[in-house]
């Protein structure tokens, strides 16, 4: 299993194919219809057509989201001399075309999108305008905000480049139409008292997890792959990240997630359906899993795609820690024309509670903006979730996160220990000796590294 192409995969089932017709603005400002004479269009700011007595300025916002559409559309009403043109810009663009306007030294929008998978090789790197340092004062949000995500974001000498977006805080999900028909209760502190209450633990889940296979006759495992399910929580429990700066700690953290995950495929409690395509969506049709442990960010996809589930699930808290898979951030560009107005729609996006719950209400992305949690609407019972108060449980679990810094060899680790992980799941290789080669092949590949 290699799990940043998960991630990726979700990301591109979310994005679906509209906006792709956007595709050939990218990177490109809309040109003003008239230029004020003696500036050039290199030079000057975007401006559209005088409306009035006004002048809108135009700011560019790469997301590789069509929702992102909900944040210029509403900050149009807050701030009608400013114009977001929002292009729906898929998932590697947003990155890789981001890193080649760095390297061409033109080419970048006001506001870019940054996922968690890819934000070391930024954080490392020039391009970005300090968050902090005029004409910006991000500095003054940091208590606001996330603690893990502000670290994220941050780079190793203090700047802050990558504005705080969304979380993905993660637990157990189970359907409840499932568990009834199995002969269990479905509420949500029952269930948690049936996989060890207080003192849940993975070994007393794999055992329930085992005991809800039986009861079904076989055809009913209670998560779907060992590799996603298992392997992706255990070794997010500990922080994410392969490395702390330079120095490898594959071997450290990913030998528990590796046996964990060997366990529960030999066990033969997973369904053994691999994560994010057409036999998972038909394995939600078939009942062939009933629950899964996976981030909050899984209601839109499932709430799109598959709607019958909607109203059946429920969702507790992971065996042993809280964990989160994902989230987002912005970043203004040093090449932005328009810092100041990108800034406004950024602080109003990400760090006001308006800009946060209007996406969160239509789309589900959680708030890193801890004030915006205090809407009564994360206190409320949620209809997805059958009536449960989910809202207020994933911002516990999202405000009680370990991290560390990312780094810009993120995506080579985590290719590498993905590699193993199949090795692991797919020939019955033994999880302690592929930890120790994932990380020798860490060190080979990664010029700089240490073990």
Same mark, same amino acid.
């Given at each position: 299993?290699?799990?940043?192409?998960?991630?990726?995969?979700?990301?591109?089932?979310?994005?679906?194919?509209?906006?792709?017709?956007?595709?050939?603005?990218?990177?490109?400002?809309?040109?003003?219809?008239?230029?004020?004479?003696?500036?050039?269009?290199?030079?000057?700011?975007?401006?559209?057509?005088?409306?009035?007595?006004?002048?809108?300025?135009?700011?560019?916002?790469?997301?590789?989201?069509?929702?992102?559409?909900?944040?210029?559309?509403?900050?149009?009403?807050?701030?009608?001399? %400013?114009?977001?043109?929002?292009?729906?810009?898929?998932?590697?663009?947003?990155?890789?075309?981001?890193?080649?306007?760095?390297?061409?030294?033109?080419?970048?929008?006001?506001?870019?999108?940054?996922?968690?998978?890819?934000?070391?090789?930024?954080?490392?790197?020039?391009?970005?305008?300090?968050?902090?340092?005029?004409?910006?004062?991000?500095?003054?949000?940091?208590?606001?905000?996330?603690?893990?995500?502000?670290?994220?974001?941050?780079?190793?000498?203090?700047?802050?480049?990558?504005?705080?977006?969304?979380?993905?805080?993660?637990?157990?999900?189970?359907?409840?139409?499932?568990?009834?028909?199995?002969?269990? =209760?479905?509420?949500?502190?029952?269930?948690?008292?049936?996989?060890?209450?207080?003192?849940?633990?993975?070994?007393?889940?794999?055992?329930?997890?085992?005991?809800?296979?039986?009861?079904?006759?076989?055809?009913?495992?209670?998560?779907?792959? #060992?590799?996603?399910?298992?392997? /992706?929580?255990?070794?997010?429990?500990?922080?994410?990240?392969?490395?702390?700066?330079?120095?490898?700690?594959?071997?450290?953290?990913?030998?528990?997630?590796?046996?964990?995950?060997?366990?529960?495929?030999?066990?033969?409690?997973?369904?053994?359906?691999?994560?994010?395509?057409?036999?998972?969506?038909?394995?939600?049709?078939?009942? #062939?899993?009933?629950?899964?442990?996976?981030?909050?960010?899984?209601?839109?996809?499932?709430?799109?795609?598959?709607?019958?589930?909607?109203?059946?699930?429920?969702?507790?808290?992971? =065996?042993?820690?809280?964990?989160?898979?994902?989230?987002?951030?912005?970043?203004?560009?040093?090449?932005?024309?328009?810092?100041?107005?990108?800034?406004?729609?950024?602080?109003?996006?990400? #760090?006001? #509670?308006?800009?946060?719950?209007?996406?969160?209400?239509?789309?589900?992305?959680?708030?890193?903006?801890? =004030?915006?949690?205090?809407?009564?609407?994360?206190?409320?019972?949620?209809?997805?979730?059958?009536?449960?108060?989910?809202?207020?449980?994933?911002?516990?679990? /999202?405000?009680?996160?370990?991290?560390?810094?990312?780094? =810009?060899?993120?995506?080579?680790?985590?290719?590498?220990? /993905?590699?193993?992980?199949?090795?692991?799941?797919?020939?019955?290789?033994?999880?302690?000796?592929?930890?120790?080669?994932?990380?020798?092949?860490?060190?080979?590949?990664?010029?700089?590294? %240490?073990?």
């Amino acid at each position: 299993m290699d799990d940043r192409l998960n991630r990726r995969g979700f990301l591109r089932l979310l994005a679906g194919a509209g906006g792709l017709a956007m595709l050939a603005a990218c990177g490109q400002a809309a040109a003003p219809a008239e230029q004020p004479a003696g500036e050039t269009p290199a030079e000057a700011p975007a401006e559209a057509p005088a409306q009035g007595d006004t002048v809108v300025t135009e700011i560019t916002f790469w997301w590789w989201d069509g929702v992102g559409q909900i944040w210029a559309d509403e900050y149009a009403k807050v701030n009608p001399k %400013v114009k977001v043109n929002f292009v729906n810009t898929p998932f590697a663009d947003a990155h890789d075309k981001l890193l080649t306007s760095f390297a061409a030294g033109s080419g970048a929008p006001d506001v870019a999108s940054l996922e968690i998978g890819r934000i070391g090789g930024f954080t490392a790197k020039g391009g970005l305008a300090d968050l902090k340092a005029a004409p910006f004062d991000g500095g003054s949000l940091e208590k606001d905000m996330v603690a893990y995500k502000w670290t994220q974001g941050s780079t190793p000498d203090g700047r802050l480049v990558a504005m705080p977006w969304d979380i993905g805080p993660a637990g157990v999900w189970y359907r409840a139409d499932l568990f009834e028909a199995a002969g269990y =209760p479905s509420d949500p502190e029952e269930v948690e008292a049936l996989i060890g209450g207080a003192d849940n633990t993975w070994d007393t889940f794999f055992a329930f997890a085992q005991e809800f296979k039986e009861k079904s006759g076989g055809k009913t495992s209670l998560f779907a792959d #060992a590799g996603t399910d298992i392997y /992706g929580a255990v070794y997010r429990q500990q922080g994410e990240g392969y490395a702390d700066g330079t120095k490898v700690l594959i071997e450290e953290k990913a030998s528990r997630p590796f046996a964990l995950a060997a366990q529960a495929r030999q066990q033969g409690i997973d369904a053994n359906i691999p994560w994010w395509g057409a036999e998972w969506a038909a394995g939600v049709k078939d009942n #062939a899993f009933a629950g899964m442990v996976i981030a909050c960010w899984m209601q839109g996809g499932l709430t799109r795609d598959q709607p019958e589930t909607v109203g059946q699930w429920r969702i507790i808290r992971a =065996p042993e820690a809280n964990y989160n898979w994902g989230g987002s951030f912005v970043a203004i560009p040093e090449q932005s024309k328009n810092k100041e107005q990108a800034w406004e729609f950024v602080k109003w996006a990400v #760090a006001s #509670a308006e800009g946060q719950n209007v996406l969160f209400k239509q789309s589900g992305v959680f708030p890193a903006y801890k =004030p915006a949690w205090q809407d009564p609407l994360y206190d409320e019972p949620v209809d997805f979730f059958g009536g449960q108060r989910a809202y207020r449980i994933w911002a516990e679990i /999202g405000d009680n996160i370990k991290a560390i810094f990312r780094t =810009p060899n993120d995506l080579q680790l985590d290719d590498i220990v /993905g590699a193993e992980l199949t090795k692991v799941l797919q020939e019955g290789k033994d999880p302690a000796q592929a930890a120790l080669d994932a990380e020798a092949e860490a060190l080979k590949r990664i010029e700089g590294t %240490v073990g």
